[in-house]
């Protein structure tokens, strides 16, 4: 079923019409009250501002580590099943060698499958104004909420977005669960000591490559960190040299399976707390369920005097741990 551009007093019936016609996102998009020029004047300032804020978030699905979901408004909970190790691999001579036909253990994990979402609006009179005038319309509004559903989508990413349904929780990277947690030796937010610095935060990613390739845990990695580490970064590496700390971190790279050092400008950035994070970029670490990229909806008031676009995504990272409770995470705290 298409819908018609439908006028304001129309719009009263969208809810109950979106409901009951299994109608596409698309679709429903289609019952912009605007002219078609206009909506696709406020479509494109939420593809300019595209990626901006998004920086943990983007790394996971620019992997391709992502999740689809289709018909997503449909969908209240992901679940995937976690399985223990049984049993191992024979050396026999005959194919038809009789092996352990293992049976392992399962569990059950879910998570809920929430929205992202930031509206605004505009007055009949404002946007009749502006026709009358000429003036291209004001596209302010779009920009900043989708950039508000970006910051939601990354903030959800690093600490966890706080939805929880019948226990089941959504987790961020300093959450996750059984992420190896270990003590920085240097503050990654302190003024640089040239000399001694640089080495240290050197020795830190390599503790924490350590850690996660105990857990048999072997790459590719990326590495995070806040702000305040990010001025420490570009700092000299010792006297007598033309060296930064970077330039020593990033050759870490080749040796330690290391993708990419990143600066997330809303990883936390106090003194204390977690400061560093070492990320393995694969399936079984970490993937972003993807229902829905930031899209505008619109609407109008009952009244027909208000124009109403509320900017949603559906953009769940999940984080993941094995049978055994082992983790691609490492996060180092200070």
């Known amino acids: 079923m298409a819908l018609e551009r439908v006028s304001a007093s129309a719009t009263q019936s969208l809810a109950f019409r979106i409901l009951n016609s299994g109608l596409t996102m698309e679709e429903i998009r289609a019952a912009s009250p605007l002219e078609e020029n206009a909506q696709r004047i406020i479509d494109q300032a939420v593809v300019d501002v595209g990626v901006e804020r998004l920086v943990i978030a983007q790394d996971i699905i620019s992997a391709g580590l992502t999740y689809s979901l289709p018909d997503p408004l449909s969908v209240m909970e992901v679940q995937w099943e976690r399985t223990s190790k049984t049993g191992g691999a024979q050396r026999t001579m005959n194919p038809s060698a009789r092996g352990e036909f293992q049976l392992p253990d399962r569990s059950i994990r879910r998570i809920p499958i929430y929205l992202t979402t930031d509206d605004f609006s505009i007055g ?101 960190y806040g702000s305040a580490a990010a001025l420490n970064v570009t700092g000299d590496f010792k006297v007598n040299t033309v060296d930064t700390i970077a330039d020593r971190l990033r050759r870490l790279s080749t040796d330690l399976n290391i993708r ?6 809303q990883f936390p950035g106090g003194a204390t707390g977690p400061q560093l994070a070492v990320v393995q970029m694969t399936s079984d670490v970490v993937d972003m369920i993807t229902g829905q990229s930031p899209t505008v909806i619109p609407w109008t008031s009952n009244d027909g005097f208000t124009l109403f676009w509320l900017v949603m995504a559906i953009m769940i990272p999940r984080f993941r741990d094995d049978y055994d409770g082992k983790s691609g995470i490492a996060i180092g705290i200070k």
């Open 124 to 224: 009949i009179r404002t946007l009749k104004a502006s026709q009358r005038v000429g003036a291209p319309l004001d596209t302010t509004l779009v920009q900043q909420a989708t950039r508000r559903v970006n910051e939601a989508i990354e903030d959800a990413t690093i600490n966890g977005a706080g939805v929880q349904v019948e226990g089941y929780t959504t987790p961020g990277l300093l959450n996750a669960p059984n992420a190896v947690t270990f003590s920085l030796s240097v503050d990654w937010t302190a003024p640089n000591v040239i000399g001694t610095t640089g080495s240290a935060m050197v020795n830190d990613v390599t503790k924490a490559v350590g850690l996660l390739q105990a857990n048999r845990r072997y790459g590719p990695y990326m590495v995070y």
């Open 260 to 265: 990419g050092f990143k600066v997330a400008d």
